[in-house]
């Protein structure tokens, strides 16, 4: 089992939609998760961290379900320019500062 | 601009060959990372480095690779006798400690033919 997993998608919506992903990972001791967008041939840049309450950014909910090992982001009112592959991260354990990227899911927002 | 700095950009080695990269970090980072990407992945950890101590290497990292970062400031990734398979996008990122994200940069493209 991979230490991250992620749906690669692709997932292609209507502008206006609301689209969420899960991202699940295999390490309960895992403390850090954030999440990430890359667009195309750039590198991946910081999207927000995801806390224990769950922590909300404008359009961007992310939500962290210890028990059951997942992460999730909620895009609501999708617009065009969300269009990238969006990267769960996860660091591999509680005395380590790797962290694990899942491969991604690619979102495509049509007009 | 204080971001992550890499170079080269893009390189282009004949198998066989040595290449080295070099990474610049965001100053007040300590903590420096080498992610290596390929299309349609997601980035995979190969080493990081708290100040100049190397603490985790990537299990998947055969002996050709190696890193450094002697001073606790910049690190150079090493790849010896080039693989056709070690065509990648190479990213260094740096980051403030062990719960803080990481700040990526521009990404080192490797191409071996």
């Known amino acids: 089992r991979k230490e991250v997993e992620q749906d690669p998608g692709p997932f292609n919506v209507p502008e206006g939609a609301t689209v969420a992903f899960n991202c699940t990972y295999s390490?309960?001791?895992?403390?850090?998760f954030f999440w990430y967008r890359q667009d195309c041939r750039k590198e991946p840049k910081l999207l927000m961290s995801v806390y224990s309450s769950g922590n909300e950014d404008g359009r961007f909910t992310a939500q962290l379900n210890r028990a059951s090992q997942y992460i999730s982001l909620l895009i609501r009112d999708s617009k065009l320019s969300d269009s990238a592959t969006y990267l769960c991260?996860?660091?591999?354990?509680?005395?380590?500062?790797?962290?694990?990227f899942g491969q991604g899911t690619t979102l495509q927002v049509k007009p | 601009d204080t971001g992550v700095s890499q170079n080269p950009r893009h390189k282009i080695t004949k198998r066989g060959q040595n290449v080295t990269f070099r990474c610049d970090p965001i100053s007040e980072h300590n903590r420096l990372y080498w992610y290596r990407q390929t299309l349609g992945q997601g980035p995979e950890f190969l080493t990081y480095?708290?100040?100049?101590?190397?603490?985790?290497k990537s299990r998947l990292l055969s002996d050709r690779f190696s890193a450094e970062r002697p001073k606790g400031s910049f690190s150079t990734l090493e790849i010896q006798r080039t693989e056709q398979g070690d065509s990648a996008m190479y990213l260094c990122?740096?980051?403030?400690?062990?719960?803080?994200?990481?700040?990526f940069g521009n990404g080192t493209r490797l191409t071996v033919t």
């Open positions: 991260v996860v660091n591999s354990g509680s005395n380590t500062g790797k962290l694990i």
């Open positions: 480095f708290q100040n100049e101590a190397q603490l985790e």
């Open positions: 990122a740096s980051s403030r400690g062990k719960d803080s994200p990481l700040h």
């Open positions: 390490n309960s001791a895992s403390q850090s």
